[in-house]
């Protein structure tokens, strides 16, 4: 059941042309992990240098929010924090897009601060950003929302948030973002 809400979220995707998915990873979060998927970010996106930058930004503050934050899942005999991540390209703009599972208790609180980061304005995102990295250290030490609110001022555009509630415990967190072209 663990790996199944990635099927789940497949039918979404399924307008997707495959030759315009730049990246596209499912499994197991860990550092290599990321390391491998940020060397193939540059080298995908070499020829488009403010996009690639843009979007290894983007990258790396989602996969920190994931290795810091999943719940850890079962599947047969494996325990890990399980995620996808892909980059795909639309008419307009690419696409970075994540899933995690996350505790369900911390979904309601995420899905607020999203549409809070959503709300505000681009000068009022660098207040805001001002305001927390203001904060005294145990209280932004994690969970701040920093990392959301740096995605959205790279990006110049809203997060896409989407929680499916698995059970008591577990919900799928799905968050994209769009970089303009």
Known sequence: MILGVFKFYMKYWKDIQPDKIMLNYEGPISNSV???LAG??????????C???KLFSIFIELAQNILYYSAITQKSNIRAKMCYFMI???????????GNYINTHKSVDLQQRCLLINSLSEQELRRYRLNILAQPWSEKAKGAGIGLVKVA???NNHLDISVKKMNEQLSFLTLSTKVSK
Do not use: N
């Open 34 to 36: 990321i390391s491998r």
């Open 40 to 49: 193939q970010i540059e080298d995908k996106f070499r020829p488009k240098e």
């Open 51 to 53: 996009i690639k930058r």
């Open 88 to 98: 795909y390209e639309e008419k307009e703009a690419w696409v970075l897009s994540t």
């Open 153 to 155: 001022l790279i990006s």
